[in-house]
């Protein structure tokens, strides 16, 4: 799954040499596997192959009882929406893993949601940083405090799980 994921160069519309052939085939492997390990890569190459057709499929696993899977979905989600405006349902669900256990899963879903998605609701975006004004994570924290201050957020990578 993770050569899948990153096997070839990208084109303009964001996919890469085997995403025809490959797509359908991580698509009808979101329902057959049992792993979250290999879950989270499924969903992983999804994104890195702009499989905005998957969108609704990955969107199954935003509650999904492993944090593994649940922070795929996280990342993933920016790559499988439309670039103009993220659709709602996207948006929501980015907003509540926010909300996760887990603080990359938090961090990454929030970056997701006020760098990479574009089109998000002002008053999403504000409730939801509002909401982690006092998270337990020192980068989730200083990553709302830059974007509440000046609107512009400064944040950096965060080590992937």
């Not at 994921?5 to 052939?21: K, M």
């Not at 004004?133 to 944040?155: F, I, M, T, Y």
Request: charged share 30%; proline share 6%; net charge negative.
């Amino acid at each position: 799954m993770r050569i899948l994921r990153e096997l070839g160069d990208q084109d303009v519309a964001g996919r890469r040499p085997f995403s025809r052939e490959g797509i359908p085939l991580l698509i009808e492997r979101l329902d057959r596997e049992a792993d979250p390990r290999v879950l989270g890569w499924v969903i992983s190459a999804l994104g890195y192959n702009r499989a905005r057709e998957a969108l609704g499929d990955v969107l199954r696993f935003v509650d999904h009882p492993h944090w593994r899977v649940r922070f795929h979905v996280a990342t993933a989600l920016p790559s499988l929406v439309d670039e103009e405006r993220i659709e709602p349902h996207a948006a929501k669900a980015l907003q509540l893993l926010c909300r996760d256990d887990e603080a990359d899963t938090r961090y990454h879903a929030l970056v997701a949601l006020i760098e990479e998605a574009s089109g998000v609701e002002r008053d999403l975006i504000t409730q939801t940083l509002t909401d982690l004004l006092n998270d337990p994570d020192e980068q989730v924290r200083e990553l709302v405090a830059a974007q509440l201050s000046d609107g512009s957020p400064k944040c950096g990578p965060r080590e992937s799980p």
